[in-house]
């Protein structure tokens, strides 16, 4: 045996596996288990990403200056409180190691973000979840389980998978509620798509007090998924932690090209916001009316529940589904063995589900 042991905790985590991308025996896959954006990038940022192929022998700009700029611009913040990332999960990582450790709590919902108590783990502070009621964040439920030891609190809103989402009041409770020296990370990972008037992405409570970070991503309505690219926007003194603990060149210079231009490009963001909002409807009223429940979701997928039946459970639709080459994300290793995800794709695989599922429900 080696005699090189990580520290402990490390071999206690179960590593995170992403969404499936391919059926064996099947040539037209429809991948609907990771949340990209059916329309893929913008055109602009395809564009800036391959304007740098000959100069890929170049270091990227390690400040990423003109990058937190355009999301400045954009969003009204200022950018020297805004770190960039190789995609969220990193800023998430980072944070965890920043300002949680051996002793330290980390707490999360009961159905949040499966990276959240890895980040904890790995931190080697103690992940502490808190539950959910009806598949939405209890703020009462995150209070009770805060204590002095409570480093940081990871919250997404809207929430992946379950699509719920907290109103900026819960938010404003929650924040005020909490210990001051609780970091307060709110993962904001899909914003874009909420339509709401009572939702806030959290750029409020980080401008209000300095224990409060939003995260926010390119995957998603961006559709720069592959470039790994993220944002974080922290009271100044976060900000100056997170540049401390990062890489010096920890987002590519391709990937930073690309954030500028989708950033400048919103009619492609709207364009995606749209056909979210018509599909996500379309779908979610075709699988309630088949009797399966679908709670509301705020985010570009679905959670479909399924009967507690051999015959009509998740493991049986997700293989009726796959054997139309359709790839939902199951939901089991988040606690939700009943359910299945599904994104919202193209007009064609909303229509491909909702044939297939009518089919296995009749």
Known sequence: ?????????????????????????????????????????????????????????????????????????????????????????????????????PGDEVIYSQYGFLMYPIVARTAGATPVMAPETGLTANVDAILDRATPRTKLVFLANPNNPTGSYLPAGEMARLRQGLPATALLVIDAAYAEYVIHSDYEPGTQLVDAAPNTVMTRTFSKIHGLAALRLGWAYCPQDVAQVLHRVRGPFNVTAPALAAGVAAIEDQAFAERSRQHNARWLAWLTEKLRA??????????????????????????????????????????????????????????????????????FMA
């Open 1 to 101: 045996m080696s005699l090189v042991k990580p520290r402990p905790g490390i071999l206690d985590v179960e590593p995170y596996v992403g969404g499936e991308s391919s059926l064996p025996g099947v040539n037209r896959v429809v991948k609907l288990a990771s949340n990209e954006n059916p329309l893929g990038c913008s055109p602009r940022a395809a564009e800036a990403y391959r304007a740098l192929a000959d100069q890929l022998h170049l270091y990227p700009d390690g400040g990423h200056g003109e990058l937190r700029d355009a999301i400045g611009g954009r969003h009204g913040l200022d950018p020297a409180r805004i770190v960039c990332g190789a995609g969220s999960d990193e800023l998430l990582a980072l944070l965890g190691r920043a300002y949680a450790g």
């Open 290 to 359: 088949l009797g399966l429940d679908v709670p509301p979701s705020a985010g570009n997928f679905v959670l479909v529940r399924f009967p507690d039946n051999p015959r009509l459970n998740a493991d049986a639709a997700l293989r009726h589904l796959n054997a139309r080459g359709v790839i939902p994300r199951r939901m089991a290793g988040y606690g939700l063995p009943d359910s299945l995800r599904i994104t919202i794709g193209l007009e064609e695989d909303m229509r491909l589900v909702a044939e297939a599922l009518g089919e």
